[in-house]
């Protein structure tokens, strides 16, 4: 999965959790069991296959080689749009609230020939 499609998933769980927490705030219950991040973290994270015979260390390695990519992957995503709120936050503006500039930046994400798309 390319990082522009880390980022607009990332973009659709904080979405829902926007969502999520607004509901519980209203007293609803809520069913998680399919939630975006489980989804997101389920598709990025790769099957980890240990052969036979190896040993802790060596399934230890492996296990870290393979999961390492994704885990940077998804931290940079997240990173990445803290940092885009943040900064709209910093610089006081009122006038876009979390959910816009979500979605302004998952509409400019969306387009592979805008900058900053990669």
């Not at 936050?89 to 609230?97: A, I, K, L, M, T």
């Amino acid at each position: 999965m390319e990082q522009r499609e880390i980022i607009l998933r990332a973009i659709g769980v904080l979405t829902e959790t926007q969502e999520m927490v607004r509901r519980l705030s209203d007293g609803e219950a809520l069913d998680t069991d399919l939630t975006q991040l489980g989804r997101l973290v389920s598709e990025v994270f790769p099957t980890v296959e240990i052969p036979a015979g190896a040993s802790a260390e060596q399934a230890a390695e492996l296990t870290i080689a393979a999961l390492m990519p994704a885990s940077v992957s998804l931290v940079e995503a997240f990173a990445f749009l803290f940092t885009q709120l943040a900064k709209v936050h910093d610089e006081g503006h009122s006038d876009v609230n979390s959910a816009e500039l979500l979605q302004e930046i998952a509409v400019r994400m969306s387009d592979p020939g805008e900058p900053g798309s990669d």
